[in-house]
C-alpha cells in the first residue's frame, strides 16, 4: 500500500487558532489522522521582515500573498507589539488534538528566532531552547514529546545533540528522500530523521511551470509506491486559505488508495527494521522555491 506521511507545522497563533480547528473538521470527516507539530512560545512574526534581503525572499513573498495570508495583524507581531505565546492562549485546543488521535509534537518555542539564528547559537544556548521548549509542552499535554521537527528546516550539530538527550522516537528536521541517522561534527545522532520529501504548497504557487489547477494532480504524480513520502503542510496555508484546495486533494489521494498516516507510524516502522538505516551526513542545502538554506541529507 503507497502512504502518504502528513506533518502539520503550526507557525502561528493565527494558524493555531483558525488553521488547526479546520484541518481537525476536515479530518474527522476523511477519518484522516496526521502529526500536529506546534509553535509554543511567543508568536514574533513579523520579525521575519528583516529577511527582505535574502535572496528569493522577496520573490516567495509576492508569489504566495503573504499579507493576504497572514494579515496585517500577524505581520506585525513581535514588532508593534508583543507577540502573543500560543501555549498559554492555546492550550485546551492544543490538547483538543491529541483528544482527537492525532499525533502531538514540538514544531519550536519562538519560529523566527530559531529559524534565523539557530546556526549563530553555541550549544548551551541551543540546549536551553529546546529545553525550555520540552517543560512548555509538558506543561501543556501532561507527557513528555516524542518528537520535534525544527521551525524552517533549521538542523545543526548542537540541536541534534539536543535532540538526543531528549530520547525522541524520531525528529523531522530535514528534506530529502529517505529515513537516516544524521552525521555531523564527526558524531552518529541517534535520534532518526523522518525528512519531507515533497515540496511544499508554497514552494510550488505561483510559479507558471506549476499551474495551480494541475498541482493536485502533480502531488499524485510525485507520491510513489514502496518510497518514503512525506508532506508538509502549514495550518496557515493549506487549515485556512487554501483548505478547499486541500481537501480535494486528501479525496483524491483516497481515491487512489493511497493511505495518510502520522510520521510517527513511519517512524515505527522504519525503526523495525534499524540495521537497515543509513548513517548520512548533515549538509546545508537550497530547495527549489524556497529562499535560504536548510538541513537535507547528503
Not at 208 to 224: A, C, N, S, V
Request: with cysteine.
Amino acid at each position: 500500500m503507497t502512504k502518504l506521511g502528513l506533518k502539520i507545522d503550526i507557525d502561528t497563533e493565527m494558524g493555531t487558532r483558525i488553521g488547526v480547528p479546520n484541518l481537525l473538521r476536515l479530518f474527522e470527516a476523511l477519518d484522516i489522522k496526521a502529526t500536529f507539530l506546534f509553535s509554543l512560545g511567543p508568536d514574533n512574526t513579523g520579525r521575519a521582515l528583516k529577511r527582505i534581503f535574502r535572496p528569493g525572499f522577496f520573490k516567495k513573498v509576492s508569489r504566495t500573498s503573504v499579507l493576504q495570508v497572514y494579515g496585517l495583524k500577524t505581520i506585525c507581531n513581535g514588532i508593534f507589539w508583543p507577540g502573543p505565546h500560543i501555549a498559554k492562549k492555546h492550550g485546551s485546543l492544543m490538547r483538543s488534538v491529541k483528544d482527537a488521535g492525532h499525533e502531538v509534537g514540538i514544531h519550536c518555542y519562538d519560529h523566527i528566532y530559531w529559524q534565523d539564528k539557530l546556526h549563530t547559537l553555541n550549544e548551551a544556548t541551543v540546549r536551553h531552547e529546546v529545553n525550555k521548549t520540552h517543560e512548555v509542552f509538558k506543561s501543556v499535554f501532561g507527557f513528555l514529546a516524542r518528537t520535534m521537527g525544527a521551525a524552517g528546516w533549521q538542523a545543526s550539530k548542537n540541536s541534534l545533540a539536543a535532540y538526543d538527550d531528549h530520547n525522541l522516537l524520531y525528529a523531522s528536521d530535514t528534506r530529502g528522500e529517505k529515513a537516516f541517522f544524521p552525521v555531523a561534527g564527526r558524531r552518529t545522532f541517534t535520534t532518526l530523521q523522518i525528512p519531507t520529501t515533497l515540496p511544499t504548497l508554497d514552494e510550488l504557487l505561483g510559479r507558471p511551470e506549476y499551474p495551480f489547477e494541475t498541482l493536485q494532480d502533480r502531488y499524485l504524480e510525485l507520491i510513489k509506491p514502496e518510497k518514503l513520502n512525506v508532506l508538509t503542510i502549514h495550518a496557515e496555508l493549506e487549515g485556512m486559505a487554501y483548505l478547499e484546495w486541500f481537501e480535494i486533494f486528501l479525496r483524491k489521494c483516497l481515491a487512489n488508495d493511497i493511505a495518510i498516516v502520522p510520521l510517527q507510524q513511519l517512524a515505527i516502522e522504519t525503526l523495525t527494521n534499524k540495521e537497515k538505516i543509513p548513517a548520512l551526513p548533515l549538509i546545508q542545502g537550497s530547495v527549489d522555491g524556497r529562499s535560504g538554506t536548510l538541513a537535507m541529507h547528503g
